[in-house]
């Protein structure tokens, strides 16, 4: 049996043995230390003393040599595992019995908080993945990679290994409060809903629980976020004067003029498809768990016209395309991306802007509007900041000023609703153009189709906005916001 001076330089070096299941390496300097390195290049410090066996040679007992496992290397460097072995050595028999107590005692302390984590119930993470497989998953509801986000982002680093029925409804106020100063209360209230559903679908699955969660502890008045803003009819010949200003005609322009004329979802018009339109006839597509649509609608001719004059390419079955197919993002499986449709909002919205305002700025001077032409100014310098803003709470803020000053491609919706009725169209038949789900009893009996006087809708909601863009001389029309 070879001793050696063990070194961490040369236990580094030390190499694998080819021949033999394990080679082992004995210390110079602690007698019984011994570095066992195994065939995979695993090495691990032993301590190696003798103890008596039961078995007996000529009438006398026998001593035979018993190996303990120290550590790893290089977890455990070469002066480390010499203490540890000087210790271990020193009384094999009373360290083995210190190390059998210590491990019963951490068993018993595991055992003992298994026990106590059984008896108040799952961690809140525990739950909630669980709501997610079998709630939202199961119900195919589109917000399923929303509520994940927020749960990972908001909730589990405070909650994750917290048992989930410790949680006291000041705790949900405090995680609130949290939530509201970073983020604002917009997103404390989503997060709240999520919180909420879960504690309620966890209540539906136990006698015994009743959610912390009570009435009023939202953050904002869901009031205030409902807008009330509307397209005035200087504002709607200017938009549609600059939809022809546009270097883009063919899309965005094109696009802004459908959104108005036919009152619809902006990623509804934006992912409109030739196979979607027949003789006239927009057949929308519904998809899983989405809101309500209009169903199919018999389009006004310039509509039509507008549509028709299109590009139609071949790679693309969009009305109003996206990017080329050599500018896709790739997919994430390998397979060939859909082609895309129109979404480049963001930027072509801050270009129209402009030339909607330039517009606008016409037709105050014309009349020597100095209200209106405050106004423009005004926009015109929030867009302009906006722009060229470089921090995200600025940003922030002068996106929030210039929401409460423009419009937004939204707003198109509820001014084609305003103009609908200008033009009599019943509210009922309006609210079936808009696609919006018919509450109540008439919702539930009245199945007609509405096919025919949705198209009149439109047509009227066609002719009162030709009348707007080129009125005549001798009528004026006003339509306040």
């Given at each position: 049996?070879e001793?050696?001076?063990?070194t ?7 190499k ?16 019984g230390?011994v ?35 120290l ?7 070469v002066?480390e ?7 271990f ?7 083995l019995?210190?190390?059998?107590a210590l491990?019963?005692?951490k068993?018993?302390?595991?055992e ?11 961690s ?6 669980n709501?997610?497989?079998?709630h ?13 986000r927020?749960l990972?982002?908001?909730?589990y680093p405070k ?10 409804r000041?705790e ?6 949290q939530i ?7 997103q ?6 999520i ?9 539906t699955r ?30 709607i ?5 600059a ?9 965005f ?5 459908v ?10 018009v934006?992912?409109?498809?030739w196979?979607n339109?027949?003789?006239?006839v927009?057949t ?8 309500s ?9 310039v ?8 590009p ?22 390998k397979?060939p991306?859909?082609p895309p ?15 909607m ?7 105050a ?12 100014a005004?926009v015109?310098?929030?867009l ?16 929030r ?5 423009w419009?937004t ?6 001014t084609?609703?305003?103009?609908m009725?200008?033009?009599?169209v019943?509210p ?5 153009v ?12 009245d ?5 025919a006087?949705?198209?009149?809708a439109?047509?009227r909601l066609?002719?009162l906005?030709?009348?707007i863009?080129?009125p005549?001389e ?6 306040r916001?």
């Amino acid at each position: 049996m070879e001793q050696k001076k063990l070194t961490d330089e040369g236990v580094a070096k030390l190499k694998a043995p080819t021949d033999q299941q394990f080679q082992n390496h004995f210390d110079k300097h602690v007698p019984g230390l011994v570095l066992r390195v195994s065939a995979k290049g695993r090495k691990t410090w032993v301590a190696q003393y003798y103890t008596r066996s039961t078995r007996k040679e000529d009438g006398k007992p026998i001593t035979i040599v018993t190996s303990k496992s120290l550590g790893l290397y290089p977890i455990l460097k070469v002066k480390e595992a010499r203490d540890k072995a000087r210790l271990f050595l020193a009384d094999p028999k009373k360290a083995l019995s210190e190390a059998k107590a210590l491990a019963e005692e951490k068993m018993r302390v595991e055992e003992k908080a298994l026990a106590e984590a059984k008896a108040r119930g799952p961690s809140f993470k525990e739950v909630a993945e669980n709501f997610v497989k079998r709630h939202v998953e199961t119900k195919g509801l589109r917000t399923k990679a929303d509520i994940e986000r927020l749960l990972a982002k908001c909730v589990y680093p405070k909650w994750g290994d917290k048992p989930f029925r410790d949680i006291k409804r000041s705790e949900v106020a405090d995680l609130l409060d949290q939530i509201q100063d970073k983020h604002g209360a917009r997103q404390a209230d989503v997060v709240l809903a999520i919180i909420r559903k879960t504690m309620n679908w966890y209540t539906t699955r136990n006698d015994d629980y009743t959610s912390p969660v009570a009435r009023g502890m939202h953050r904002s008045n869901s009031t205030d976020h409902k807008r009330k803003r509307i397209l005035n009819y200087d504002e709607i010949k200017a938009l549609w004067t600059a939809c022809d200003s546009m270097t883009d005609k063919t899309v965005f322009g094109a696009m802004v003029r459908v959104l108005l004329l036919t009152a619809q979802r902006r990623e509804k018009v934006a992912t409109m498809q030739w196979a979607n339109l027949a003789n006239g006839v927009w057949t929308i597509p519904t998809e899983a768990r989405e809101k309500s649509n209009a169903g199919s609608l018999t389009l006004p001719q310039v509509v039509q016209d507008i549509i028709a004059a299109q590009p139609r390419l071949e790679d693309n079955p969009h009305v109003f395309p996206g990017r080329t197919p050599g500018r896709r993002r790739k997919s994430t499986d390998k397979t060939p991306p859909a082609p895309p449709a129109f979404n480049s909002f963001s930027k072509a919205k801050e270009a129209f802007d402009l030339l909607m305002l330039n517009e606008l700025q016409k037709i105050a001077e014309a009349r020597n509007d100095s209200a209106k032409l405050i106004f423009v100014a005004k926009v015109r310098t929030l867009l302009e900041a906006n722009a060229a803003a470089k921090g995200r709470e600025a940003k922030k803020e002068l996106t929030r000023q210039l929401k409460q000053e423009w419009w937004t491609l939204h707003d198109l919706r509820r001014t084609a609703k305003s103009l609908m009725a200008k033009a009599g169209v019943l509210p009922h038949v309006s609210e079936r153009v808009l696609g919006h789900s018919i509450k109540g009893v008439e919702g539930v009996y009245d199945r007609h189709s509405y096919d025919a006087e949705k198209a009149d809708a439109l047509q009227r909601l066609a002719d009162l906005v030709d009348r707007i863009v080129n009125p005549p001389e001798d009528n004026v029309i006003a339509l306040r916001r």
